[in-house]
Each structure stands twice: as structure tokens, then as C-alpha cells.
């Protein structure tokens, strides 16, 4: 029952030979037993008759009984159950056994409006209209049957296979009634999720152009020789084009090679209810199905390969910004169980309120619509703006500061604070943090998969050497204030953990594969855009490594800072000079929190995060080099303060103020 139309994409995936690849199906002599509807008749049985015999017939309009008969001579059927078709003759029938017995069958199809009696292995065609019924005359039941009076009749009638009786019969009536014959038809179609029982009714209708259905609307054509591809709207009842009904675009390479002419079908589906998929859905509510489809297939033909695509416009209109489009063809395999919509092989090309699909092969095509979930940005643009201008501010200080910090480096060592080494350092790899974060957007988008593996790396890298030099500031800075005499002056030692410690890190998550790389960053007014940088990709180890270096070693770092600001506090109470000038000193030690703090809103980052708490987040960290220069300036305007004033006790003031960095 069902020929070219299922096998479709049975072939599809296994041949990689380009161009049109035709195979005859033969599926017909496999499904011949396959599920009958229940609105078509079919009555059988055995004609016991004399030495010739003919056909005789009269089917006219109506509803009411079709009457089966025989007698020595004569198969004669009368019924008043046609839709449209009118017709009435004399057969002869050459070919009957001489055995004086023949079996024959009685065939009704309402929504063909066509009656076939199949007798002496040979079909005839009683009466057939070139269309599909609305009303008609259906579910024909027994009425009454009349023994016969001699030996002539009929034997072993039957209807769809239930006997009615063995006895020998002069003839049988049965009644129908009116039906909606599409519309039945569509039921049956949507229940057995049979998109293919409607392209095989299109073809075996005999209709060359629009068929419509409540379900469907279907087209069909004659492909010829010298096929120049073609451009389809689909047009619903009297023709009218259907209002955002897809646009359809065949290329001449449909044509299968060798052929005179192939009959293609296409058919839209306004609603997606034939394709629902059997098991369970995947994504949950995050992907839907928009209810268009579209199925193209020619008849008897696997087509696949395609070396120009098929093209389909779907006219959706605007879908919201939160939403992506993806085309997506049904996958008509083996397994019924296992028919789904896939993604792989259709290219997406999105517009304003339509989306152009191609495809190289023939099944059913849709748009899928991806919803995509919380975690996006609503003003991106804003935040890479401001978050750029800010590092540039940050990476300009960091010049300043580190070219200050070589100068006062130059100093007699007694002159300077023994952390000058650290907070040059510090600044050294927010100078790199900075430099790396404002190319990384660029990188993304012009440069290749592995120099944005690089980048990304890199961009980790200097990140991490900012925690461990931000870890060794709050270190020294406790050092000098809580044991003054034991400070800790081993700078290579230091810069080997400060430096060394992140690369070591970041050699061994390079070695392992899919961390660094492509990461995009999806803005919520519109996701078909997003915005790329290099650095550590979306995926299980890359939250993962995330949330490990990025988020717990700044936090460790921060809760340290606070045990080490408390013994502090507690140390220094009692010196004279805190007592003086305890104003300035909570002035410095804020700025510090301050800067400090805003690694500590880089935890809240990846949770929900109010938008305001984000551009604070975003404009304070990139400020950070800023801050190491102001409190620096400070400090040193301070120093020289101090000096004027009281030069006897200014160095331990002064390192009274290296206060911790977290608060
Ligand atoms: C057989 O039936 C046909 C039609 O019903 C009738 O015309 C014919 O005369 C009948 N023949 C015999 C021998 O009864
Ligand atoms: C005759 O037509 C019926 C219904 O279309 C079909 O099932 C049957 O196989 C056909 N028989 C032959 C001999 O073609
Ligand atoms: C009427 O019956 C004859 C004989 O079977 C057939 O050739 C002809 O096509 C039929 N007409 C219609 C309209 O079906
Ligand atoms: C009628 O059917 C029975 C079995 O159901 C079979 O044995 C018999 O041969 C059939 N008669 C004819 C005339 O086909
Ligand atoms: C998508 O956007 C619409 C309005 O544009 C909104 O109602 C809906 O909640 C959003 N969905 C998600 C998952 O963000």
C-alpha cells in the first residue's frame, strides 16, 4: 500500500555516492497485507457459473445499497453508492475458468470513488473519478442475502475476509452511509502517525496538481525529461495560494538520471500532529516543533545526495528574541520507534521572520525552535563596552604603576617597602590579564580553533597569576604587620610560586583535551548572534576546572584575607600611630576591600546575578590595575606625608598600611 513514500531516508545515511541515487523499490509486494482502512469495501467469493460469462454493472449516485448477484451467465452488480462517478455497461469476460467456478473480489474505495471487481486474475476498472470525495458512502455493511435457486450463484461469500456464508448464494446486499471521507481519512492518517498513507492516497488519486485535505495540502507533478527545477507556493481549496504558506524550491538534479517522467509529491502540513514522535521527547520544554511541514518525495524513488539542495522558506514570522530556529527533516527509519526529527545534513539560514532551509535529500522537513534557557546576558554590548574601556583605563594604569614601582625599585632597600617586588608583579600580570581580555573577542572571531586554544590558556593563565600574586600581597602584607621582624625576602622564591605555580596549572589542563577554546556568550536580545571569546569552554570539565581555579582559589584567597585582616586589626590597636591617623589608614584599607572584594563578586557570576550587581562587577574588575595605582599613589603620598611630619616613625607606619587586600 505504501510504495516510494516510506523508505525514504532508508538509504539516505549509508550511500556517500553523490548525485541522485535511485533505487526501485519493490515495498509494494511487501505491504500488500498491510492495514486496511475501515472505510473501504471489499467483498469476495466464488461464482459458480456456466460455460461463459460476463460482467455486468449499473453504479450511480447516492447512498443507499450496492447489490451483488450472479446467475449461470451474468456477475452483475447494482449500486447507488458512487460520490461522482456514474457508469453502466456490459463487460465480457473472455478469460474465466472453464472449470464453471470463478473467484472473484468486489473493490470499494470511498475516497477515490472507485469500484475495481477482480475476477480471472485480471482488474477492472467498473467506474473511477479523478479526485478525492468530501461525502460519501462508507462503511458498507451486510444488509440481506438470497439463496440461489438452482446451482448456480455465489459460494463463500466474504467481506474483508469474514465469511458470511459457505451456502450457495443468488446474492448479497449491503448499505452504507455518509461519511466525511477526508476528514475520516485524516483521522485515520494522524492516529497511525501516517504522513505516508496521504502522499500515497496524492498518487494513486490520479490527481496531477492540488489535492487538498483537511489534514494536508498536497501537490503533485509530473516530472519530464529535461526537468529545470521549480518554484512552489502551496495553494489551498480553489487554488488560492495560501497565505505564509512555505515557498518550495527544487533544484533539476530531482530529476532521477535515466528517467522520462517520475511523479513527485509535496505536501504541507499545517499542523504537526502526523509527526509526533513515538518514546519519550528529548530537551524537555526547551525545543519545540513549529507546526509547518513540508514532505516531498518521488514515487518509487530514494533520493539522496542531492549535489544542489532542495530549498524550503519557512514564513513563521517573528519568533521572540530568546528563541532560535534550526531546520530539521523526520527521519523515517526501520524502527518506527525510533522516527524522530534530526538536525544533521540541513543548513540554516535565519531572516526576519522566515527561515530558509536546504536540504539534499527527499522525507518530511520542519523548524525546530530552540528556546534557549536563563543564563544569558541581557545587555552584552554594554558589558564588552564598558568592561573594554575600563581594561584599557586598567591597562594604561598598570603602565604607570609598573614603571613608578622600577623607579622606587632603584631606591636604597632601607628607603623602600620590602613588597615593591610584589606589587609590581601584581601588576605585571594584571597589565597581561588586561592585554589578553580586550584581544580575546577579536581572536575569537577572526582567528582559528587553535590560536583561540592558545589565547584561552594564556587568558587563564595571567587570570590565575592575578589570584596568586593577589594571595601573596595579602601574605606579605601580614608578614610585614604581624611579625615585623620576620620578613620574608626571598623575591625569586616568590616569583617562581607567583609565575610558576599557574603555568605548571595550565600546562596540565592544556594536556588535557577540551578546556580551552571557543566559549560563547549568548545575549539574551539576540541569540542567533553571540558574541565568542577564548577561554574555558562550556562543558562538564570546563564548569568543572572553572569553578576549581576560578572560583575556589579566590574565595580561599578572601577567606584567608579576612582571618589574616583580623589578627591585624588586633596587633595594631594598640600602636600609637593607629591611634593618629586611623581616618587615613580605614581610607586605604576600603580601597584595598574594595579591590579586593570584586573577586569576590566574580563567585556570584555564574549563579543568578542581578544586572546591576553585573556592571558593578564587571566595571570594578576591570578597574582593578586602576585601583593598584591609586592606592599606590596613596601610599606614597602618604610616605612623603609622614616624612615631613614624623620621619622617625614613617617606615613603620608605612608598613602598617600594606594592609590586607580582602576584607
Ligand atoms: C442473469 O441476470 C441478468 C441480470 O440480472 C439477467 O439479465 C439475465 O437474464 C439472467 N440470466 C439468467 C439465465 O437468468
Ligand atoms: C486488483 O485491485 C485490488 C485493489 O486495488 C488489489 O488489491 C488487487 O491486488 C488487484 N489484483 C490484481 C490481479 O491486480
Ligand atoms: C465505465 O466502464 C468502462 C468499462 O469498464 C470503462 O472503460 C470506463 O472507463 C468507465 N467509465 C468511467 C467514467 O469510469
Ligand atoms: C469454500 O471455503 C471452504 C473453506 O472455508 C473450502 O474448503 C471450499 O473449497 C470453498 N469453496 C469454494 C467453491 O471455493
Ligand atoms: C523568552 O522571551 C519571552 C518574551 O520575549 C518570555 O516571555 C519568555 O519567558 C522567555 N523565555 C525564556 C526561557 O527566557
Known sequence: MKEGVKGHSLAMERNKSRGVLTLALFLALLEQGGAESERDFKMCGTWSHGKSGNLWFDLSRGCETIAIAANQSTLSIQGRIMGTCENSTTIPLPHISNKGESPFCVFWDPLLDLVQVEIGNRNHTLCRTVGLQESCCTFLSPESNEPAPGKYGIMNGSTKGDVITKNLQRMYSFFGENE????????EAIESNGADLIEHLALRSGIMGEVDLPCAEVSTRELKQGFQGLDIIFSGPQSKPLKNAPLVSLPSSLMPPGKRNVKMVMSYYKQNILFQKRGDGDGGGEVRILNEVVGISVENEVIANLPDPVKIIFRHGPMAKNESTKCVFWDTREDPAEVTWRREGCDTIRRTGETECRFYHLTYFAVLVELRPGSMVDHL??????????????FCSCVGLIFLLTKALRRKPQDRPSSIPIHRNLAIALLLLCLLFMSTGVLANVGTETLCRVVGAALHYSLLCSFTWMAIEVFSAFMLVYRVMDRFQNHRLLSLVGFGLPAVLVIVLVSIKDIYGTLEVVPSYDINNPYKMCWIKLGDRGVLVHYVTNVSFPVGVV????????LVLRQVQTRREWKQNRATFLSIWGLSC??????????????ALSEAILFLFCVVNSLQGFFLMLRFSLLEWMKRQGSVMETSTGSTRQQMLQEPEKC
Open 180 to 187: 466525511n471521507c477526508k476528514q475520516d481519512f485524516c483521522e
Open 381 to 394: 554590548e554594554a558589558l564588552t563596552y564598558i568592561s573594554g574601556v575600563c581594561c584599557a583605563i586598567s
Open 559 to 566: 577567606l584567608a584575607g579576612v582571618v589574616m585582616l583580623f
Open 594 to 607: 574594595l579591590f579586593g572584594c570584586t573577586w569576590g563578586l566574580a563567585f556570584l557570576n555564574y549563579g
